[in-house]
């Protein structure tokens, strides 16, 4: 059963960072192409940044050139750089396969506020 663990959230201001990292457990992690998601209150979840078994990453515009992702197949984690952010970044940031696991971690919290 995969197991998903996401941490890093918090309070910042606009402009500010975080890095977010997500630990997988229950899968051989390297076999499989990851994202990052996130959940606006009020929104659908959408994906906002990927990341291929060969490190080919990908980004939803409004993030392009602010985040970025990255993965440490040697310990199971995947991370979300995030620099410059803004309020409309505030969401729950979750992590799972590109092509959905069957379960969603607890994710973690991100509010971008002064």
């Known amino acids: 059963q995969v197991q998903l663990v996401e941490s890093g959230g918090g309070l910042v201001q606009p402009g500010g960072s975080l890095t977010l990292s997500c630990t997988i457990s229950?899968?051989?992690?390297?076999?499989?192409?990851m994202g990052w998601y996130r959940q606006a209150p009020g929104k659908q979840r959408e994906l906002v940044a990927a990341i291929t078994r060969s490190a080919t990453t990908n980004y939803v515009d409004s993030v392009k050139g602010r985040f970025t992702i990255s993965r440490d197949n040697a310990k199971n984690t995947m991370y979300l750089q995030m620099n410059s952010l803004k309020p409309e970044d505030t969401a729950v940031y979750y992590c799972?396969?590109?092509?959905?696991?069957?379960?969603w971690g607890q994710g973690t919290q991100v509010t971008v506020s002064s």
């Open positions: 799972n396969g590109l092509s959905l696991f069957g379960s």
């Open positions: 229950g899968i051989i992690f390297r076999n499989y192409d």
